[in-house]
């Protein structure tokens, strides 16, 4: 083997990055190896290909464990992964292998923070019916009448005669003070969120905050208050065993009848019975969720797309061009530090 | 006629104003005459009730024409209509009887601000082909893969790789400032709009917008600017002769293939052929609409319906408790101002 193609790290990509493959493929320093159908890559083809890799690009459907770490051999430097979450990874065997393991966190904050706006204003509109109002053609038909009070629900923004709006957040991170920013445009007065317990940091934060979006209050509160004041409630938090169906039927039930939930997380967070009940019990008035407990397993016949106030969308927060290919790119610049020893720009670790 | 009766004023409401019918009821000092059912009132009702009536509060689809004018007889004072439009009500007819006209401007700026977001976002998120993916359970069905750049569309928000949007306005009056307040929160930087021609006053105004809304620009342009130099375009100009079809085919060519056009203000502004042409052969990305040339007549085998990144709501825009509440309270406001010799808080005139 000629010290040339010794200098060449071989890179193995589990999925075509699309508009973002020009980065990759324009270094004429790496020995590129793509799967390049826009679907997962089948298990047989990457085990085949991985052997001497030194760095591979996957994706959340592609398994990091002991099968891949021994299929691609020692020389295994770097697994970037093109996805915020990680636990298709084992951190503590790429730990032990000395594998660095990089991800793409914050990228998405924007466009997540959109369809959250999104769903807080389709979940008061009532989408559901509007959608298939206009679908179906009955628009056009005689018995639709315009009707002072037909298919109103309850205004995201405040208005003269309606002067005040409570926003709670489960979870104050980066994606909900994002969305708490898109808020005030809304003429939001009021914040209140449940979180890590406030520190001096934060109480310096909220009171930047406060003042930077001419809020009348942003306080941190227990779950409790945080269900019976505020008008939308926001689900942002981390999902796992420790926010497990925090929204559950008690929560549901403290909640004002008027009021919206949002959930652009994680759906174990959210109990769907308890949320189904809630709404066909008239507890709230509208959900809107990106995400949903068991997903992508939801049929037309689970309790919530039956709902005509819940307004579904398939988990589709980072789908935009634009933040996409930011993370496709924060993929590759993961890869080309752990391939040549530099620092990453969003680096995991156990 | 005891002197009694003759003090007090009968009053005609053509619809059940819901929820603020208090606000008349407990009047004592009118002859209230409703038509309680939640439907337009015959007009064989109207005409046989009408006969003696000092105040007639009406909807868009009552008819206010010599008919009216000669069935109410001349003790009419004022007619107050639950709504912004007014071309229902035959102004110089009413102006040569003396007959004051309320109607509710200003009071649905905020809620159509709302709609006008929600339509931006759905059409950039690609909600028709989203829903139907939930709706139709597809979403379960193993074919349904996450794939990097499936169901994307362009971002609303700035990012930090795309950190420029310009919003463009065709017309920049209340709502299009509110909409503008609300584009602020999701970093837009630049502002275009045509509109009535520049005063010394708009230019003061827009310098303190910019300013307010740390815009990078806000410019009155011509038409042809504004089609080509907009990400989204928002239509919220009058409808009338003088705005007809000003979105046509011409310049729909010459907005950005990425771009999106949401209209909530008259479907006569767009021509909806060219449009339905525009994304089809995707001179542009997507459209939200709450308005369509020649509603409701919109059957499910109308262009627009079809087109799957075009999303229509049917004419919800000030569709809200709060808006129809502040509505109806207003039409109430203004009645008694016309029976009473009051100034009205909205009156039209000729």
New interface residues.
């Given amino acids: 083997m000629s010290p040339l193609r010794e200098a060449k790290p071989k890179v193995v990509v589990c999925?075509?990055?699309?508009?973002a493959m020009p980065l990759l493929a324009q270094q004429a320093d790496i020995d590129l190896v793509v799967w390049s159908e826009?679907?997962?890559c089948p298990r047989p083809w990457l085990l085949e290909n991985i052997p001497g890799a030194a760095g591979v690009i996957v994706?959340?459907?592609d398994k990091v464990d002991e099968e891949f770490v021994r299929a691609a051999g020692p020389g295994l430097k770097v697994v970037s992964t093109?996805s915020v979450g990680y636990e298709h990874i084992d951190l503590p065997l790429m730990a032990r292998h000395n594998i660095r393991v990089g991800y793409t966190p914050d990228?998405l904050t924007?466009?997540v923070?959109?369809?959250t706006?999104?769903l807080a204003?389709?979940a008061?509109?009532?989408?559901n019916n509007?959608?298939s109002?206009?679908?179906?053609?009955d628009?056009?038909r005689p018995n639709?009448?315009?009707?002072?009070?037909?298919?109103?629900?309850?205004?995201?923004?405040?208005?003269?005669?309606?002067p005040t709006r409570t926003a709670g957040f489960l979870g104050f991170g980066r994606i909900a003070q994002a969305t708490l920013?898109?808020?005030?445009?809304?003429?939001v007065t009021h914040a209140l969120y449940t979180g890590n317990p406030a520190s001096s940091n934060s109480s310096v934060r909220d009171e930047e905050l406060k003042t930077r979006h001419r809020l009348q209050a942003l306080e941190r509160v227990d779950v409790d208050r945080l269900a019976r004041e505020s008008d939308i409630l926001f689900v942002l938090t981390p999902g796992g065993a420790g926010t497990y169906h925090l929204v559950d039927e008690a929560f549901l039930r403290k909640m004002k009848p008027?009021s919206l939930l949002v959930n652009t997380s994680r759906g174990s967070v959210v109990d769907s019975d308890a949320l189904a009940k809630a709404l066909k019990e008239n507890w709230i008035w509208g959900a809107g969720l990106d995400v949903v407990e068991g997903?992508?397993?939801?049929?037309?016949?689970h309790p919530l797309?039956k709902e005509p106030r819940c307004v579904?969308?398939?988990?589709?927060g980072s789908?935009?061009?634009?933040?996409?290919?930011?993370?496709?790119?924060r993929a590759v610049e993961n890869l080309f530090a752990g391939l040549f020893g530099r620092d990453m720009p969003a680096e995991l670790r156990v």
């Fill in positions: 999925r075509s990055l699309g508009p826009d679907r997962s994706l959340l459907g093109m990228v924007e466009a923070a959109d369809i706006i999104m204003l389709m008061g509109r009532n989408d509007v959608y109002t206009v679908k179906n053609g628009w056009a639709f009448a315009w009707s002072p009070f037909k298919l109103c629900g309850p205004q995201l923004s405040t208005t003269l005669s309606s920013a898109r808020l005030v445009g809304f003429g008027l997903e992508p397993l939801i049929t037309e016949d797309v579904i969308v398939p988990h589709i789908a935009t061009f634009e933040t996409r290919l930011d993370m496709a790119t």
